[in-house]
């Protein structure tokens, strides 16, 4: 039973190109993320939502749209696919911060886009 | 804003001998303290987290990290690393209330025999 479920895993395209990655998490979680690892390992926040309504929007270009249709679901599209777009995704969920029961993320094992 | 900073880009280190992973954070408010592995096209595993009281806190595989408020220091300790210890390990800052985990840019730990 996977925890926190991202596909496709890689996901080579060309330039120009729509497409979306998928995430689904069973952990009961009611807010989920996703993350961006460039090729230096660097990780950065994209968006987040919160019981499907969005909480964090980081500058991110336009191109990339998260929709959540639920609490378990979060996908993300990207428009016009470019070369700087290549990178891991990384989805990941977490519950509600009730003071000092923080658990952190649960992530997601990534999808590797290729913008060819 | 809070920030993390992971000073050592890399660490090499010989099986069975000890291993400090140094984390230095800012932020003008109380924090909650990180630190995940990430091993090989994997995502990111949970090692071990502070969020109050005791201030050496234990997580799996062995590893251990102290929280160091004056010196804003959340070093990761492991006594005797092993081959399959090969990872990279971030450390990450959250404030409390706050959804969003900061971090740091990583340390690839290599375990030589």
């Known amino acids: 039973d996977t925890a926190v479920s991202q596909t496709p895993k890689y996901l080579v395209t060309q330039m120009g190109n729509d497409k979306s990655i998928k995430c689904e998490q069973n952990?009961?979680?009611?807010?989920m993320y996703w993350y961006k690892q460039d090729s230096k390992k660097f990780l950065k926040i994209m968006f987040s939502?919160?019981?499907?309504?969005?909480?964090i929007n980081e500058t991110v270009p336009n191109r990339f749209s998260p929709k959540s249709p639920d609490k378990a679901h979060l996908n993300l599209h990207i428009n016009s696919l470019e070369l700087g777009d290549s990178a891991v995704y990384f989805c990941?969920?977490?519950?509600?911060?009730?003071?000092?029961?923080?658990?952190?993320?649960?992530f997601g094992s990534g999808t590797r886009l290729t913008v060819v | 804003a809070q920030s993390v900073t992971q000073l050592d880009s890399q660490v090499p280190v010989f099986e069975e001998a000890p291993v400090e992973l140094r984390c230095n954070y800012s932020?003008?408010?109380?924090?909650?303290l990180f630190w995940y592995v990430q091993y090989p096209n994997q995502g990111l595993q949970l090692l071990l987290k502070?969020?109050?009281?005791?201030?050496l806190v234990k997580g799996i595989n062995g590893f251990e990290a102290e929280f160091n408020k004056s010196q804003t220091s959340f070093h990761l300790r492991k006594p005797s690393v092993h081959i399959s210890d090969t990872a990279e390990y971030f450390c990450?800052?959250?404030?409390?209330?706050?959804?969003?985990?900061?971090f740091g840019s990583g340390t690839r730990l290599l375990v030589r025999p």
């Open positions: 502070y969020l109050s009281g005791s201030t």
């Open positions: 990941a969920s977490s519950h509600s911060d009730r003071v000092g029961m923080w658990n952190g993320y649960t």
């Open positions: 952990l009961g979680h009611d807010t």
């Open positions: 932020s003008s408010v109380s924090v909650y």
């Open positions: 990450a800052v959250s404030k409390p209330g706050s959804y969003k985990l900061i």
């Open positions: 939502y919160n019981n499907k309504e969005l909480i």
